[in-house]
Structures are given as C-alpha cells and as structure tokens.
C-alpha cells in the first residue's frame, strides 16, 4: 500500500454492531451484487504519520482527510477487486471522511459484518476496517 | 414520510466542506451515473421522537438506529427516483448508522455538495440532510 506494508490481523468475521471506531474515519458505500458500507479508522496519530509518509513532509488536516479518503478508496477498490473474482460484482461509491470522538457504525441491514486491524510497518496504531455487507439473492 | 410532515428550509446548494453533523446520523452511498453520499443527522432528542411516534410507545437505543436507517433509506430512494428521472441512474448501498459527538464529514471528490434542513411536525429540531455527488462524464 503506497510503500507501506499492511500486516493484516486475525480478524473478526462476526463483528458485533455497532462497532466502536475512533479518529479519522473513511467510507465509501458498495452496490450490485453485494451491497455494503466500507469503514476505515486511522487514530489521528495513526493518519498524520501515514499522510506524512506519503506527502514526504508536514500535512495539513486537509492533506490528512485526503490521504485517508484515497487509502479508503484504494483498499475498497481492492476489495470490489476481489468481491468481482468471487461474482459479486459491485460499483463504489465516492470515499468519504468521517471525524469525530468515539464513533459508532452499525448497519442492521448487513449479513455480513467483518472486522480487522492491520499493522503499518513503523506505527504503533493499528488501522480498522470495518465491512458490512448483504449479498443479494 | 411514514405519516410525519416535514417542511424544507431554503438549503444551501453550496455547502462548505467539512460539514458538521450531531446526533444520530444515517449514511448512504450512491453509484453509477451519479457517485456520492448521503448523510441524514437527526439530533438525539429528534431521532428519539420520531421513533416513538412512528413505533407508537418507547424506543431503544436499538429501535432508533433502525428508525434512524429505514428514514435514510426512504429520503435516499427519493432523491435517487428524482435523479433518474433527471437521467442519473444510480443504485444505493446498505444504510449504515454513525453516532457521535461534533461530528465532521467531507468528500473531497464531489463536486456537489448540498445540505437542507427539514423541520418536523411537532418537533422541534430539524433533521439535517446533506448530500455529497459527483456526476459521471
């Protein structure tokens, strides 16, 4: 991921909801075959020192939101990737940044709701994805 | 909607990003001819009213968010029938439900960004809706 190696976790693939997620929080909605909502949660440290990584310098709270809007869209995308191998063809919705202190996410409508962390090499925060997801019948 | 009425304000079709939502918020992803999000934000007193007027007694915590996504859902598929109407046909994700305090959201990729306040018979907060969209070329 943009040079950063992402060392995924056990994860959980019954969530409970909602889910508890801090900081800077990414989502994009996915539709078709599958239909879900897609969260990232970077903790504000966690989303300064990747938006650094990548710019090569400062980041300003903007370049920060833009960095974790792209991050989602990327790891999304590789998702979608992977759901269109398996049949589940879907379309994405565009990313959007979610702020705020001790967010919960819950969506009722989801079969599915699918939950890991990853590791960035050289950060100590854990990145959160959360999916929840319905396949269609 | 589901026997309540509600009154538009003026709106803003140029509303500044990051936008700031309370409360109880559904969330919502377009795709196809129209790429976005929808964010409805009712406060927690106005999504507890509504529940327990469209439930007929007391609601929980639980019962809310369901009120809170099923509304999203219904204001969603409205804006997505007006939008296909227009020539942008777009498919919906799942609702997913965010609580929270002083949140923010932006969505750095659309080039529309419209938010409109509704005030509820009876109620006295309004329900915020805004809509983050970028038209396929």
Same mark, same amino acid.
């Given at each position: 991921?943009?040079?950063? =190696?992402?060392? *995924?976790?056990?994860?959980?693939?019954?969530? *409970?909801? *909602?889910?508890?997620?801090?900081?800077?929080?990414?989502? $994009?909605?996915?539709?078709?075959? +599958?239909?879900?909502?897609?969260? =990232?949660?970077?903790? %504000?440290?966690?989303?300064?020192?990747?938006?650094?990584?990548?710019?090569?310098?400062?980041?300003?709270?903007?370049?920060?939101?833009?960095?974790?809007?792209?991050?989602?869209?990327?790891?999304?995308?590789?998702?979608?990737?992977?759901?269109?191998?398996?049949?589940?063809?879907?379309?994405?919705? $565009?990313?959007?940044?979610?702020?705020? %202190? %001790?967010?919960? +996410?819950?969506?009722? =409508?989801?079969?599915?709701? +699918?939950?890991? &962390?990853?590791?960035?090499?050289?950060? *100590? %925060? =854990?990145?959160?994805?959360?999916?929840?997801?319905?396949? &269609?019948?």
């Amino acid at each position: 991921m943009v040079g950063i =190696t992402a060392n *995924p976790g056990s994860g959980n693939s019954k969530a *409970p909801q *909602p889910s508890s997620l801090v900081g800077v929080m990414g989502s $994009i909605g996915l539709s078709g075959k +599958v239909n879900g909502m897609v969260y =990232t949660a970077f903790s %504000d440290t966690l989303a300064q020192q990747v938006a650094e990584k990548i710019l090569g310098g400062s980041a300003s709270v903007q370049d920060v939101s833009d960095v974790v809007a792209e991050l989602t869209n990327m790891i999304t995308g590789n998702l979608k990737s992977q759901l269109c191998d398996m049949g589940f063809n879907c379309s994405l919705s $565009i990313p959007s940044v979610v702020r705020g %202190d %001790d967010i919960q +996410v819950s969506a009722k =409508t989801a079969s599915i709701s +699918v939950k890991n &962390e990853y590791t960035l090499e050289g950060c *100590p %925060d =854990t990145l959160v994805v959360q999916v929840f997801a319905a396949l &269609e019948h």
